[in-house]
């Protein structure tokens, strides 16, 4: 979505837009989008329109991109791993050539070795290492075969066979460490129904915002009717603050910005706007005086939240938390407070967008981690196991010899 230069993400005391030191100076809008290797690039436009149509451009990839020969386009992961093996032996001690060439054969190939070497993807990497991880494959041994697999790809890139190394959004000791971070529970579909089932209507569409929309509590409860956060008509969802509680420093409820790197807007969903204007016809928003420190510096406004208790009082931590217990029972989800919480339906969220096939990049934005590689780290046990296909080179040469033999 393109940026108002002229303009700043938070609104006035009465919803007003807040003009830029820029305003009125050079081009408004600025496009933002990925480039080919996974760069982030920008571009200034005068018009919104001609900001949108480039950013769709460079997401469907009409953007120039490195060239790759056409003979190489069906050469298989074997075949080049091979020839890069070959042109550097020379320059190997003996061990070295024993444990490359081993290493190639018995564990490379077998995963990548049929597939021609443009089609692999990270995911398909990720993929790899998600059924190595699984049959616990020892972690020094798995660092190894990845960074030679890394060497072999960074090298076709080098000799313009392949356009981009996928291995350069991986950081597999980050994924290793972070191994911890993977939740140790996510609710299906059939357990999050039955949260549905017992949670009162009132709170429907909170659930809907962790389960469809993957925001955290805070977030969702830190919601107000007001342009600042939801813009229905434009489908958007603006996740630019959580609602905390602090008798010590800010006298009670305030306004914060969300979790460090996660302000972001993100599309809204159809169904969760639908849910929000009912909540909001049947439950009118409650008006609350409140601090904000949003934008670094305190101010005191009128916040209407959508979300508040059955008399009408913002949730704190605690009163959240006992209803949040009894709801948990009630649907039979598991015990450990640690993750069964609100989160876990962010955690449902995130892994049915990746059992869809969405990309890894998409993930990220639409869970709004800092990087990719939270993302990876969080949720590589998630991503679909493709079934590799076998022999499809020979078949396809046969295929193609007896139609020669035939003519």
Same mark, same amino acid.
């Given at each position: 979505m393109p940026v108002d230069l002229w303009h700043l993400k938070e609104r006035g005391p009465n919803d007003e837009r807040l003009k830029s030191k820029r305003h009125g100076q050079g081009k408004r809008w600025r496009g933002i989008a990925v480039g080919p290797s996974g760069e982030t690039v920008t571009r200034a436009f005068e018009r919104k329109e001609d900001a949108k149509d480039w950013e769709a451009e460079q997401r469907a990839g009409v953007a120039p991109a490195p060239v790759v020969r056409r003979a190489d386009r069906t050469t298989t992961f074997r075949v080049y791993g091979d020839r890069w093996r070959l042109a550097r032996e020379i320059g190997w001690v003996v061990e070295t050539r024993r444990r490359t060439e081993s290493n190639l054969r018995n564990h490379l190939y077998p995963a990548f070795g049929d597939l021609p070497i443009d089609s692999i993807t990270t995911t398909t990497v990720l993929e790899w290492l998600t059924r190595r991880l699984g049959a616990e494959t020892p972690q020094s041994s798995l660092?190894?075969?990845?960074?030679?697999?890394?060497? #072999?790809?960074? &090298?076709?890139?080098?000799?313009? #066979?392949?356009?981009?190394?996928?291995?350069?959004?991986? =950081?597999?000791? *980050?994924?290793?460490?972070?191994?911890? =971070? @993977?939740?140790? /529970?996510?609710?299906?579909?059939?357990?999050? #129904?039955? +949260?549905?089932?017992?949670? $009162?209507?009132?709170?429907?569409a909170l659930l809907l915002l962790g389960a469809a929309q993957g925001c955290r509590i805070s977030e969702a409860l830190g919601l107000e009717d007001s342009l600042r956060?939801?813009?229905?008509?434009?489908?958007?969802?603006? #996740?630019?603050? *959580?609602?905390?509680?602090?008798? *010590?420093?800010?006298?009670?409820?305030?306004?914060?910005? $969300?979790?460090?790197?996660?302000?972001?807007?993100?599309?809204?969903?159809?169904?969760?706007?639908?849910?929000? @204007?009912?909540?909001? %016809?049947? /439950?009118?928003?409650?008006?609350?005086?409140?601090?904000?420190?949003?934008?670094?510096?305190?101010?005191? =406004?009128? &916040?209407?939240?959508i979300f508040t208790t059955v008399h009408g009082n913002p949730f704190t931590d605690r009163t959240w938390s006992a209803e949040w217990i009894k709801w948990r029972r009630k649907a039979? /989800?598991?015990?450990? $407070?640690?993750?069964?919480?609100?989160?876990? +339906?962010?955690?449902?969220?995130?892994?049915?967008?990746? @059992?869809?096939? &969405?990309?890894?990049?998409?993930?990220?934005?639409?869970?709004?981690? %800092?990087?990719? *590689?939270?993302? +990876?780290?969080?949720?590589?046990? /998630?991503?679909?196991?493709?079934?590799?296909?076998?022999?499809?080179?020979?078949?396809?040469?046969?295929?193609? +010899?007896? @139609?020669?033999?035939?003519?």
């Open positions: 660092r190894l075969y990845f960074e030679l697999f890394d060497a #072999v790809m960074a &090298a076709a890139v080098a000799d313009k #066979v392949i356009s981009e190394n996928p291995c350069d959004n991986i =950081r597999l000791s *980050q994924i290793l460490r972070g191994l911890s =971070r @993977a939740p140790k /529970w996510v609710p299906d579909e059939k357990q999050v #129904v039955r +949260l549905f089932d017992v949670v $009162p209507e009132r709170y429907h956060c939801i813009e229905p008509e434009r489908g958007e969802l603006h #996740v630019v603050q *959580q609602l905390r509680y602090s008798p *010590q420093h800010y006298g009670g409820f305030y306004m914060a910005p $969300p979790k460090s790197g996660s302000s972001g807007t993100v599309d809204l969903d159809q169904v969760v706007a639908d849910a929000i @204007a009912r909540h909001i %016809k049947d /439950w009118p928003p409650v008006e609350i005086e409140l601090p904000d420190i949003t934008t670094g510096r305190e101010i005191a =406004r009128t &916040a209407r939240l039979g /989800w598991p015990e450990d $407070p640690n993750h069964s919480g609100f989160h876990a +339906l962010r955690h449902y969220f995130a892994t049915t967008l990746i @059992a869809h096939h &969405a990309d890894p990049k998409d993930v990220q934005r639409a869970l709004r981690h %800092k990087g990719l *590689q939270i993302t +990876l780290e969080t949720y590589v046990h /998630w991503w679909p196991r493709a079934e590799r296909v076998k022999g499809l080179i020979g078949a396809h040469l046969q295929r193609a +010899l007896g @139609a020669r033999a035939g003519g």
